[in-house]
Nanobody, 115 residues
Framework: QVQLVESGGGLVQPGGSLRLSCAAS????????MNWYRQAPGKERELVAT???????NYAGSVKGRFTISMNNAKNTVYLQMDSLKPEDTAIYYC?????????WGQGTQVTVSS
């Protein structure tokens, strides 16, 4: 069973930056789509960013231009660089792997943007 472990969350002031990491317990294959989701208190979970080994990248409109998703295949790790953070970015951020055989979620990492 594949496991995903997120790290890098924390408390940051508005305008600051954080980098989240998602380490997978196996290689990220070409059939895998890797995503970052987030869920704020009282809100539904939303898709933030997507990346595939084939180079497809996509962002939610609310984070486009501020967040950058990337992948290091040698380390089996996906990153989410978050810049110009806003209080509305406060949420639990989840790493997510999808392919045609199964879906895997990480345990989540808390990001709080507050002065």
């Amino acid at each position: 069973q594949v496991q995903l472990v997120e790290s890098g969350g924390g408390l940051v002031q508005p305008g600051g930056s954080l980098r989240l990491s998602c380490a997978a317990s196996r290689s990220i294959f070409s059939i895998d789509t890797m995503n970052w989701y987030r869920q704020a208190p009282g809100k539904e979970r939303e898709l933030v960013a997507t990346i595939t080994s084939g180079g497809f990248i996509n962002y939610a409109g609310s984070v486009k231009g501020r967040f950058t998703i990337s992948m290091n295949n040698a380390k089996n790790t996906v990153y989410l660089q978050m810049d110009s953070l806003k209080p509305e970015d406060t949420a639990i951020y989840y790493c997510h792997l999808w392919n045609q055989r199964y879906i895997i979620w990480g345990q989540g990492t808390q990001v709080t943007v507050s002065s």
